[in-house]
Structures are given as C-alpha cells and as structure tokens.
C-alpha cells in the first residue's frame, strides 16, 4: 500500500504506531523522546515536531502540537489517520483553586469548553472528557511517583491573554463572569488542548487523557511562577505520562493474551 504523507505534521501513514505522547513545545518532544529506545527525529514542520523509538519494546512517537486547540487537532487527525490510537497530552497548566499547587500533577477529569474547536466535532451539551481507562493510568504513575496529583475539571481557554488579564478587553464583564463561574463550580486549573484533545478523541474512537504540571499557584499567574519553576518542574509531567503509558502497553499486552 502505498504511503500518504501528512498535509502538516510531515509524517506518512505507518511512520508512527499506537501510543503517542502530545506536549505543546517542540522542544520538549526532544525531552519526552530521550526516555524512549533508540529514539529517531522523523518530522519536524511548523509547530509539529516528532520522533519515534520504542517504550518497552513497543513502538511508541512524541508529537509536539503547539498552542491551542486549533494546532492540536490538525495533529491529533493527521496522527490517526497514520495509526495512532492512544494519545496523552504532556504539558503545563496554571491553577485557579487553592487544591492545585506549584508542582503538582494535574490528570484532568474534564475540561470546560471555553473553545470553539470542539463544536466543530460534537454539539455543546457533549461533555469533553478523558478515557477513563488512560486517567487512571496516569492518576495511577503520578501517586506511585511521589506526586501530588488533582482529577478535577480543567477550564480549556482559547485565548490565553483573556484569562491573564481579562479586564483589558472589551467582552471583560463577560470573561470574568465566566471566570468566576466555573471555579465556583470546582474548577481547580486552566489549560489550552484539553476540551478539544478529549472531544476528538471521542469523535474519532479513540483513547486521549492529559497530564500536567502547575506551573503556578492559585491566583499568581506572573511571569515568574509561569515560566522560571517550570524548568524545573516539567520533567514531572513527562515521568508521570511515560509510567502512565508503560502502564496502558502492560495492560493492552494481557488484553490481547
């Protein structure tokens, strides 16, 4: 058969197996990528970098997608229709709850839909959640590692300047009323691919979770606890998804006899 080469992503069908891990920075594919076997770069086009290696003998990729949902979903598409399956975002999140601290793991449960990607996949009322199945792998590696870790709902934003100063834009009484709403209603951390990442996932058939690390406290969303811990904390993310990913190859093994 012959190969078909990605429009984006710079891969072809066949290039990538099952399990992909999916973190925003190119950079941070280089990272992810080093606790593979015999790591190889394949693509690297736009905002879309990738290698492939192997993850206890099974053959595994890393695909960074950008920011925001609409780069995600042209990554998440065109990794599927090469044979992915099974795909874990890696990446940062910024807390609103005082549940969610500097350092910990976030495994989101849910994610509000302040986005407009999803609705290009399922009507508003479809609820934007993980597969249950990858959530508790990753829950799971984060509580064997040592990390502290929160389930609860994530507020996926499209923009990221509405939410880190919403009082400059002309929309800001309804921006913040939203704001306000969903932590009053539980929402214990903010993020920018989680709502479209689990809503393709559903529309497609496929598993998708996400795990990720605070890189701020509640309520201080400064340039410097968004951007200088994360040097330091990023690497916790990255453990958590590849033990949660070792986890799910264990069990898909048995599945099969």
């Given at each position: 058969m012959e190969k078909k080469k990605m429009m984006h992503i710079g891969i072809s069908t066949g290039d990538v197996g099952r399990y992909v891990f999916l973190p925003g920075s190119p950079e941070r594919t280089e990272k992810i990528a080093r606790y593979f076997e015999n790591p190889q770069e394949i693509a690297y086009n736009r905002e879309f970098r990738t290698w492939v290696g192997t993850l206890d003998g099974e053959p595994?990729?890393?695909?960074?997608?950008?920011?925001?949902?609409?780069?995600?979903a042209i990554a998440v598409e065109e990794l599927f229709q090469c044979g992915a399956d099974t795909m874990m975002r890696v990446g940062s999140c910024a807390s609103v709850s005082p549940k969610v601290s500097m350092g910990d793991i976030v495994v989101p449960g849910g994610a509000v839909r302040m986005e407009g990607v999803g609705c290009h996949y399922l009507p508003m009322e479809f609820p934007a959640v993980p597969s249950f199945e990858l959530m508790k792998a990753l829950e799971e590696a984060a509580r064997e590692l040592g990390f502290p870790c929160d389930t609860g709902v994530t507020i996926t934003k499209a923009s990221f300047y509405s939410q880190t100063a919403p009082e400059t834009k002309p929309v800001a009484e309804e921006l913040i009323y939203r704001w306000n709403a969903y932590v009053r209603g539980g929402a214990t951390n903010t993020s920018m691919e989680c709502a479209p990442l689990f809503l393709i996932g559903a529309s497609l058939g496929i598993r998708t979770a996400s795990v990720m690390v605070s890189a701020t406290n509640c309520k201080a969303y400064d340039e410097q606890s968004r951007t200088q811990p994360l040097k330091n904390l990023e690497d916790r993310a990255i453990q958590v998804a590849i033990a949660g990913m070792r986890k799910i190859i264990r069990q898909d093994r048995a599945a099969m006899g």
């Amino acid at each position: 058969m012959e190969k078909k080469k990605m429009m984006h992503i710079g891969i072809s069908t066949g290039d990538v197996g099952r399990y992909v891990f999916l973190p925003g920075s190119p950079e941070r594919t280089e990272k992810i990528a080093r606790y593979f076997e015999n790591p190889q770069e394949i693509a690297y086009n736009r905002e879309f970098r990738t290698w492939v290696g192997t993850l206890d003998g099974e053959p595994v990729a890393v695909t960074s997608t950008g920011v925001g949902g609409p780069s995600a979903a042209i990554a998440v598409e065109e990794l599927f229709q090469c044979g992915a399956d099974t795909m874990m975002r890696v990446g940062s999140c910024a807390s609103v709850s005082p549940k969610v601290s500097m350092g910990d793991i976030v495994v989101p449960g849910g994610a509000v839909r302040m986005e407009g990607v999803g609705c290009h996949y399922l009507p508003m009322e479809f609820p934007a959640v993980p597969s249950f199945e990858l959530m508790k792998a990753l829950e799971e590696a984060a509580r064997e590692l040592g990390f502290p870790c929160d389930t609860g709902v994530t507020i996926t934003k499209a923009s990221f300047y509405s939410q880190t100063a919403p009082e400059t834009k002309p929309v800001a009484e309804e921006l913040i009323y939203r704001w306000n709403a969903y932590v009053r209603g539980g929402a214990t951390n903010t993020s920018m691919e989680c709502a479209p990442l689990f809503l393709i996932g559903a529309s497609l058939g496929i598993r998708t979770a996400s795990v990720m690390v605070s890189a701020t406290n509640c309520k201080a969303y400064d340039e410097q606890s968004r951007t200088q811990p994360l040097k330091n904390l990023e690497d916790r993310a990255i453990q958590v998804a590849i033990a949660g990913m070792r986890k799910i190859i264990r069990q898909d093994r048995a599945a099969m006899g």
